[in-house]
């Protein structure tokens, strides 16, 4: 049995391997050992993000039975490239290398768990700050975004843990459905919608459907696309005939491999082979082999490969909580589909 990661260096030391990443002027030697300072620091927060999991599981189960709750480590090569992209960051401020993820049905239900959790007594990991991307403070990102994030620091019952942050992300089908496209676009095609870098005019797209979207579920509007229904519905109209973006959306697909199916909670490893579309989900005994899998993985450095750790509940939500993965953007292909066939040409 692989034994549970703990912090190995100081933050300042993990502060100093930030920058010398971002800023790339190292020697191949010191440039590995930074890594290798980052991974271990990414890795360790295995454990305070299953401590809180735990809770929000309990506490979304509570508020509807079929939420689906899973959790993640944040991929190695994703916090490389965002220190090179912002070479004055820290790891040691990134709220969610650890990430637990809630999707519900309704946007009542997101409300309903993020007051619970918010204001949870005698919790000694707390919640430190609400990033409430539904509503009116600060409302929906201007790429269409939208959810609800809740920062954790962990200080429950290993110091050595303790300052730890886990990110919680809360969001409806609907907000997931969105989400799942964008990241469906860059994994497949090499894009940053993400990070909003790209086609204007596709992301005018997806900015477009999420305020349609936000408009449903009676939430605040995207910044830039507030006009009436009818207006919206025409300029998407336009930029779908241009772009075709539902017809791309269709067309990557994931073959899948064989993994258990069994309803216990599984410490998984998925790894997806872009060029291919192929996807390997891998059931580890603990969360520790897991660990020590995506090491390995993320070691190759073959930027055709994708891989992530993830711990869910029930196995058979996998696809639910990623279907980025699976190149799975149904809800969101329909949604857009059935309000475009629906409309009223001007």
Same mark, same amino acid.
């Given at each position: 049995?692989?034994?549970?990661?703990?912090?190995?260096?100081?933050?300042?030391?993990?502060?100093?391997?930030?920058?010398?990443?971002?800023?790339?002027?190292?020697?191949?030697?010191?440039?590995?050992?930074?890594?290798?300072?980052?991974?271990?620091?990414?890795?360790?927060?295995?454990?305070?993000?299953?401590?809180?999991?735990?809770?929000?599981?309990?506490?979304?189960?509570?508020?509807?039975?079929?939420?689906?709750?899973?959790?993640?480590?944040?991929?190695l090569?994703?916090?490389?490239?965002?220190?090179? %992209?912002?070479?004055?960051?820290?790891?040691?401020?990134?709220?969610?290398?650890? =990430?637990? %993820?809630?999707?519900?049905?309704?946007?009542?239900?997101?409300?309903?768990?993020?007051?619970? !959790?918010?204001?949870?007594?005698?919790? %000694?990991?707390?919640?430190?700050?609400?990033?409430?991307?539904? $509503?009116?403070?600060?409302?929906?990102? %201007?790429?269409?975004?939208?959810?609800?994030? !809740?920062?954790?620091?962990?200080?429950?019952?290993?110091? *050595?843990? $303790?300052?730890?942050?886990? *990110? !919680?992300?809360?969001?409806?089908?609907?907000? $997931?459905?969105?989400?799942?496209?964008?990241?469906?676009? &860059?994994? /497949?095609?090499?894009?940053?919608?993400?990070?909003?870098?790209?086609?204007? &005019?596709?992301?005018?797209? /997806?900015?477009?459907?999420?305020?349609?979207?936000?408009?449903?579920? =009676?939430?605040?509007?995207?910044? =830039?696309?507030?006009?009436?229904?009818?207006?919206?519905?025409?300029e998407?109209? =336009?930029?779908?005939?241009?772009?075709?973006?539902?017809?791309?959306?269709?067309?990557y697909?994931?073959?899948?491999?064989?993994?258990?199916?069994?309803?216990?909670?599984?410490?998984?490893?998925?790894?997806?082979?872009?060029?291919?579309?192929?996807?390997?989900?891998?059931?580890?005994?603990?969360?520790? *082999?897991?660990?020590?899998?995506?090491?390995?993985?993320?070691?190759l450095n073959? &930027? &055709?490969?994708?891989?992530?750790?993830?711990?869910?509940a029930?196995?058979?939500q996998?696809?639910?909580?990623?279907?980025?993965?699976?190149?799975?953007?149904?809800?969101?292909?329909? /949604?857009?589909?059935?309000?475009?066939?629906?409309?009223?040409?001007?």
């Amino acid at each position: 049995m692989v034994a549970r990661v703990v912090p190995e260096y100081s933050k300042s030391a993990v502060g100093r391997a930030s920058k010398l990443v971002g800023k790339g002027k190292g020697t191949p030697e010191q440039l590995a050992e930074a890594r290798a300072v980052l991974s271990n620091f990414r890795s360790a927060h295995a454990f305070p993000l299953n401590a809180v999991t735990v809770t929000v599981r309990q506490k979304a189960l509570a508020v509807n039975p079929n939420a689906v709750v899973a959790q993640r480590l944040k991929r190695l090569p994703t916090i490389l490239d965002k220190l090179v %992209r912002i070479p004055t960051m820290s790891v040691t401020t990134m709220h969610d290398l650890g =990430g637990c %993820r809630v999707v519900f049905e309704s946007v009542k239900e997101v409300e309903q768990l993020v007051e619970v !959790l918010r204001d949870l007594p005698r919790s %000694r990991n707390r919640v430190t700050r609400v990033y409430d991307y539904l $509503h009116d403070d600060p409302g929906p990102k %201007r790429s269409g975004y939208r959810g609800v994030h !809740l920062a954790y620091e962990y200080g429950a019952s290993k110091p *050595e843990y $303790h300052g730890l942050r886990i *990110e !919680l992300q809360v969001r409806t089908q609907l907000q $997931h459905a969105w989400a799942t496209a964008v990241e469906t676009m &860059d994994l /497949f095609s090499g894009s940053e919608l993400k990070y909003s870098k790209g086609e204007d &005019d596709v992301i005018r797209f /997806f900015a477009l459907v999420s305020s349609l979207m936000a408009i449903e579920e =009676g939430t605040a509007p995207v910044p =830039g696309a507030e006009s009436p229904v009818p207006e919206l519905l025409e300029e998407l109209a =336009g930029l779908e005939e241009r772009l075709g973006i539902v017809g791309r959306l269709r067309g990557y697909a994931a073959i899948v491999g064989d993994h258990a199916t069994s309803d216990r909670r599984n410490a998984l490893t998925l790894e997806l082979r872009r060029a291919a579309g192929e996807l390997t989900v891998s059931v580890h005994e603990t969360m520790a *082999e897991a660990e020590a899998r995506l090491t390995e993985l993320e070691a190759l450095n073959d &930027d &055709d490969l994708d891989a992530v750790l993830v711990n869910i509940a029930r196995i058979s939500q996998l696809q639910a909580a990623y279907p980025n993965y699976y190149a799975d953007t149904s809800m969101f292909t329909d /949604f857009v589909e059935s309000r475009l066939n629906a409309r009223v040409p001007a």
